[in-house]
């Protein structure tokens, strides 16, 4: 009986999603308010006039956070859902736990990145 194992497409691209909007969170939220923290509020004002768009990601922040925060819990189910196994040939076996070890390095990258921008958007702002 030769029975295929399930997982042996290439890694999904959405794992860059996942970065991408991670890394928003921290572009509209944490950088302006630990440069202004530090004395800094030219350089927002000119981060502000060189990238209005991120004038409209601060403004919707709550989203920000909702959706980026949902897709690392789809993202965290993915690597660690149960029945997950690797083929069972030596070079897609190789393969796929290089991309599973890429995919968790990802997913505590963009974890530790959601975690920061959500503190210092709603964390900070209550102790200043």
């Given at each position: 009986m030769n029975k295929q194992a399930p997982n042996t497409s290439k890694p999904?691209?959405?794992?860059w999603l996942l970065?991408?909007?991670?890394?928003?969170?921290?572009?509209?939220?944490?950088?302006p308010i630990?440069?202004?923290?530090?004395g800094l509020?030219?350089?927002?004002?000119?981060?502000?006039?060189a990238a209005p768009w991120l004038i409209t990601l601060s403004q919707n922040k709550?989203?920000?956070?909702a959706v980026s925060g949902v897709l690392i819990g789809l993202s965290?189910?993915?690597?660690?859902r149960?029945?997950?196994v690797c083929p069972t040939?030596?070079?897609?076996?190789?393969?796929?736990?290089?991309?599973?070890?890429?995919?968790q390095r990802f997913l505590w990258v963009s974890g530790g990145m959601w975690c920061v921008g959500f503190v210092a958007a709603y964390g900070l702002p209550l102790l200043l």
């Open positions: 999904r691209s959405w794992s970065l991408f909007t991670t890394t928003g969170t921290l572009l509209c939220c944490a950088i630990v440069l202004v923290t530090l509020g030219a350089t927002v004002a000119s981060m502000a006039s709550g989203w920000m956070f965290y189910w993915a690597v660690h149960p029945g997950r040939d030596p070079e897609l076996a190789a393969a796929c736990e290089s991309a599973d070890r890429w995919n």
